[in-house]
Every structure is written in structure tokens, then in C-alpha cells.
Antibody, heavy 122, light 107 residues
Framework: QVQLQESGPGLVTPSQTLSLTCTVS??????????WSWIRQPAGKGLEWIGR???????NYDPSLKSRVTISLDTSKNQFSLKLSSVTAADTAVYYC??????????????WGQGTLVTVSS | SSELTQDPAVSVALGQTVRITCQGD??????TSWYQQKPGQAPVLVIY??NRPSGIPDRFSGSSSGNTASLTITGAQAEDEADYYC???????????FGGGTKLTVL
């Protein structure tokens, strides 16, 4: 059973960089045709896709965040990470890491982390 | 705002049928998945295209026509009360997008 677990600071100062890591257990991050992704959810609001990385290192980001986001992969540690620069209060949210793949044209997010709350405040 | 539009809230009487819709131009070209999210929990996949993952009750079904995808719950149960999100690609086809979510209340 694959499990994902987010980790990182719960409080970030405005204008600084938010850094989170997702540790994958129960399977290798390098195997299969999977996309490793970050999604966030402000309190009381909907889900927002941030971006994804493939095991090849290929990345794709939401256009509205692209200038501030970097997603990277560490296969030796079975982890992938998120960096979001120049944060403001609007970046306060629960951040989820998740795995997805395509099947018959559909997108399947099959495993999610439990989510971690990141608050941007001085 | 999202490229996928959902009604913010829908209600259904216990045991009745409810349809939750998702509209967007990209849905003419790309399949839609649906996620159920209960308070304090991560989302759970309930429908992808017209298919159900194993373990999801058969009262959940999906359909699509034109720019609208639908999630139908036939015989809604109290445990179905949750937020539901549609997910697909954006109009460029290069990025993923979620709908704004629909809060389902079972009366």
C-alpha cells in the first residue's frame, strides 16, 4: 500500500520561500508511469492544482503559480519537494502531495497525503 | 476562478437521486474525474469517466454531454454528505484543473 506524507514548516514569513517535502513509502517513486503532484486548499475553499513532476524530472506547473514554483525529485530518498517563493497570506492553505496517472484518458489521483497546513504570517 | 464551474451547494432527501454538474469548455475534449472530500480528510476518487474505482458503491455514476460532466448519486445515503470536486484538464490541455466544488447536504 503506497503512502504519502508531507513534512515541512507550518509557519512561513511573508516574502520568504515555502518548502515542503513528500515522502513516499510502500513503493518506489521511480517505478511506473506516475505523476507526483502538489495540490493546495485554502481554508473553506476548493482544491487548486499546483504542479507535477515525472520520474524523468519533467515538470509542469499551473500558469498562475509558474513564476514562483519549483517541484523537484529525490529518488534516492523516495521523496519529492515543493518550493514556493515570495509567499503572501494568500498562500496560506493545506498543502497535499498526491500521485496520479492516466487511464483511458481519465486522470486518477489514487493516493494522497493527509495534508499539512502552512500559514503565511509574520 | 476555475475553468470548471460547479454549483456551490446542492441538497437531496435521504434515498433520493441527486446530480452534481461540472461545466467547462475543456470537457468537450477531456474526461472528468470526481472526488469526494469529507471535513478534515483528503479527497477520495469516486468516478473517473464513467468508471468507479473498486470499493466505491454502485450508487455513484458518471456521465458527460458536451461541455457538462455529471456525477449522479442514486439513492443518496447520509454518509454521502461531503464536498465533491470535478477534475480534468484546462482548455489548453496542458494543465490540470479542479472545479470549485459542490457541498452536498443529505436531508
Amino acid at each position: 500500500q503506497v503512502q504519502l506524507q508531507e513534512s515541512g514548516p507550518g509557519l512561513v514569513t511573508p516574502s520568504q520561500t515555502l518548502s515542503l517535502t513528500c515522502t513516499v513509502s510502500g513503493g518506489s517513486i521511480s517505478s511506473g508511469s506516475y505523476y507526483w503532484s502538489w495540490i493546495r486548499q485554502p481554508a473553506g475553499k476548493g482544491l487548486e492544482w499546483i504542479g507535477r513532476i515525472l520520474t524523468s524530472g519533467s515538470t509542469n506547473y499551473d500558469p498562475s503559480l509558474k513564476s514562483r514554483v519549483t517541484i523537484s525529485l529525490d529518488t534516492s530518498k523516495n521523496q519529492f519537494s515543493l518550493k514556493l517563493s515570495s509567499v503572501t497570506a494568500a498562500d496560506t492553505a493545506v498543502y497535499y502531495c498526491a500521485r496520479y496517472y492516466y487511464y483511458d484518458g481519465s486522470i486518477l489521483f489514487d493516493y494522497w497525503g493527509q495534508g499539512t497546513l502552512v500559514t503565511v504570517s509574520s | 476562478s476555475s475553468e470548471l464551474t460547479q454549483d456551490p451547494a446542492v441538497s437531496v432527501a435521504l434515498g433520493q437521486t441527486v446530480r452534481i454538474t461540472c461545466q467547462g469548455d475543456s470537457l468537450r475534449s477531456y474526461s472528468t474525474s470526481w472526488y469526494q472530500q469529507k471535513p478534515g480528510q483528503a479527497p477520495v476518487l469516486v468516478i473517473y469517466g464513467k468508471n468507479r474505482p473498486s470499493g466505491i458503491p454502485d450508487r455513484f455514476s458518471g456521465s458527460s454531454s458536451g461541455n457538462t460532466a455529471s456525477l449522479t448519486i442514486t439513492g443518496a445515503q447520509a454518509e454521502d454528505e461531503a464536498d465533491y470536486y470535478c477534475n480534468s484538464r484546462d482548455s489548453s490541455g496542458n494543465h490540470l484543473v479542479f472545479g470549485g466544488g459542490t457541498k452536498l447536504t443529505v436531508l
